[in-house]
């Protein structure tokens, strides 16, 4: 879960500003560590513990020589963040520098051998076996190319990995199998990085990496070669997302930014309606429908499965990537399996889409060029556009907006559709008032813990937004049915015990409204997201969030949680935590 970035200027550029540039863009993948090397008659390197702004301040990183070179931001797996485990890694005679993300699980044994056989180890970490066995082949002979395909059929685990050598000036070369790695072309300049959005500001034409293929970069071309050393000929493909879509555009941090893109991302993603109609058409008749997928895009099923028996009456299975393997999964070619990611390259829900052959698969990804892609039989293309922030947020919407539209289409429910259409409206009015929101988070900046609660259509935003609270302002934050709290969960309720309760109108408001009383009843401190005209449900709170009355319960699971996202966030920022770099966590988990 790290990221890693290459290029080949071809221009009077240095490679050293245009690295740094593009790892700030991958810093949602990893920030404990951050290096760059560069060659210029040697392999000049610099690196460092730390975010990429502190290590920048103390060593000057864009000034270094040279117009080719790699770098690395860190999130460490092997060997913890220091200095010596930084990337990239050389050899000790300091002649190949590499920078790798994923994980060689066999690196021990490998280490060992080298050991045994002189080399000299420097750092804790897996990566270090590679730049001694490209060292190795290289010094038997091979070129940089061959030392690399050498040195891969030895690994086992995941890897990306990018390497430059003193002894082959002027060339890069790189591999992947399991992590990710994209090319990008543009005026006779080459790019490498673990994503699109590191890229975007230098080149939109963008080249594919199939697993185990190698790619050699020189001053005159890129050659992609096959296991079998032949070369494979690749268009680039023009991705729409552009510079502006990966920058702050003024906004303090990404997750603003971001949350402030739903109306625009959920009304790109309304535009997708022809295209899965051609999909859901060309699949036929489906009787049941699986979907997998892990933490927010998780939810976003879980909401999907909601919408989708609702709307559809199609019976609609949500499963935790992780648990699949230990789920009994009975499924034929009238089955969907649907593989939900906004990054398309989650470890777990690769391994579960793999895991069974039978069902159609249906890949919904926010990333054109992404492995999820490669594995179904059809792809579903959120527009949200580049997300940057480790919370996830517009992806989410977009997500829930692509589950809607299935469930309208299955349900030929043209109705829903038109309702679909005036959300992104619903989404401004909250943006505009999100002053109010702002000053709640005054309030709640000391909470120790939070419970939320939903019912029916709003019990997975419920969840989302506890993930949301959770995962960048650190306050345990749980979720609950409503109608389960009387079963457990009340025992904990007392006036220590902020509630938020999301109540929109609907069939399910006047039970939610029974469990709100119960937490009443019990001093709890009542926060309410509902509708701006529900005069019941604001009398009974502290607080309340006010959302237009025109969005009952069956559009709420794509406005309401807006507001949960921005209150998540203006507590994260009242207790001076970074919401786009949250502690522990990295947005793309390969591993
Ligand atoms: O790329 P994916 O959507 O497959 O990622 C799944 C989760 O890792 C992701 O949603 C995670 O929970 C985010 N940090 C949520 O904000």
């Not at 810093?27 to 008659?41: H, I």
């Not at 709420?556 to 207790?575: D, G, H, N, S």
């Amino acid at each position: 879960m790290c990221g890693i970035v290459g290029c080949m200027l071809n221009d009077n550029r240095k490679a050293a500003p245009v690295l740094l540039d593009c790892a700030k863009k991958l810093e949602y993948r990893g920030y404990d560590s951050v290096g760059l090397a560069t060659y210029d008659e040697r392999i000049h390197v610099k690196k460092d513990e730390g975010y990429i702004e502190t290590v920048d301040e103390a060593l000057n990183l864009a000034d270094m020589p040279g117009n080719y070179g790699i770098a690395h931001v860190r999130w460490a797996s092997v060997g913890k963040p220091s200095k010596l485990n930084s990337h990239p890694h050389l050899d000790e005679k300091e002649t190949v520098a590499v920078v790798h993300n994923g994980t060689i699980t066999n690196y021990s044994e490998l280490k060992d051998k080298l050991i045994s056989e002189g080399h000299k180890f420097i750092s804790q970490t897996d990566t270090e076996v590679i730049s001694h066995l490209i060292e190795k082949f290289m010094d038997e002979g091979s070129d940089l190319e061959h030392a690399l395909r050498r040195c891969i059929e030895l690994l086992d685990g995941s890897y990306a990995i990018v390497a430059i050598s003193a002894k082959e000036p002027n060339k890069i070369v790189a591999t992947r199998k399991d992590s990710p790695l994209v090319l990008g072309q543009k005026d006779g300049s080459y790019y490498l990085a673990s994503d699109i959005p590191a890229m975007i500001k230098y080149t939109n034409r963008i080249m594919e990496l199939n697993k185990k293929e190698i790619v050699v970069i020189t001053k005159e071309k890129l050659e992609i070669h096959d296991e079998h050393d032949n070369i494979m000929f690749r268009t680039p493909i023009e991705i729409d997302w552009t510079p502006e879509m990966v920058e702050k555009n003024g906004y303090e941090h990404y997750m603003l930014k971001e949350i402030h893109d739903q109306p625009e991302s959920v009304r790109r993603t309304l535009l997708q309606i022809d295209e899965i109609k051609e999909i859901l058409d060309d699949i036929g008749e489906i009787e049941k429908i699986c979907i997998v997928a892990c933490g927010t895009s998780y939810h976003a099923a879980l909401s999907g499965k909601y919408i989708i028996e609702s709307e559809a009456r199609i019976p609609t299975n949500v499963v935790l990537a992780s648990e699949f393997a230990h789920s009994l999964n009975i499924m034929d070619e009238k089955t969907l399996l649907i593989g939900m990611s906004q990054s398309g390259e989650t470890a777990d829900t690769l391994k579960a889409l793999n895991s069974i052959e039978g069902p159609t698969k249906l890949a919904i990804v926010n990333v054109e060029i992404s492995e999820m892609t490669k594995i179904a039989d059809y792809t579903i293309l959120t527009k949200a556009g580049p997300e940057l922030s480790v919370a996830a947020t517009k992806t989410y919407t977009a997500q829930v907006t692509v589950m809607y539209m299935i469930a309208a289409l299955l349900g030929n429910n043209e109705e829903l559709l038109d309702k679909l259409n005036k959300v992104p409206e619903y989404i401004e009015d909250i943006l505009e008032n999100s002053e109010i929101i702002k000053s709640m988070a005054k309030t709640y900046l000391y909470a120790n813990e939070l419970f939320y609660i939903g019912k029916g259509f709003s019990y997975p935003t419920a969840l989302e937004a506890a993930l949301k609270m959770k995962e960048i302002s650190y306050i345990h934050a749980e979720a609950y049915a409503s109608g389960e709290l009387k079963h457990g969960p009340l025992a904990l309720i007392d006036n220590n015990m902020p509630v938020i309760t999301i109540i929109p109108p609907g069939k399910d408001h006047n039970l939610t409204l029974n469990s709100l009383e119960e937490v009443k009843a019990r001093n709890s401190r009542i926060v309410t997201v509902c509708s701006e005209d529900d005069d019941l449900v604001q009398d009974k709170s502290e607080e309340c969030i006010l959302i237009n009355p025109d969005v009952d319960e069956i559009l709420a699971p794509l406005v309401y949680i807006v507001a949960l996202q921005l209150l998540a966030y203006y507590i994260t920022i009242e207790k001076k935590h970074n919401p786009d770099r949250p502690r522990n966590l990295a947005k793309t988990v390969t591993v």
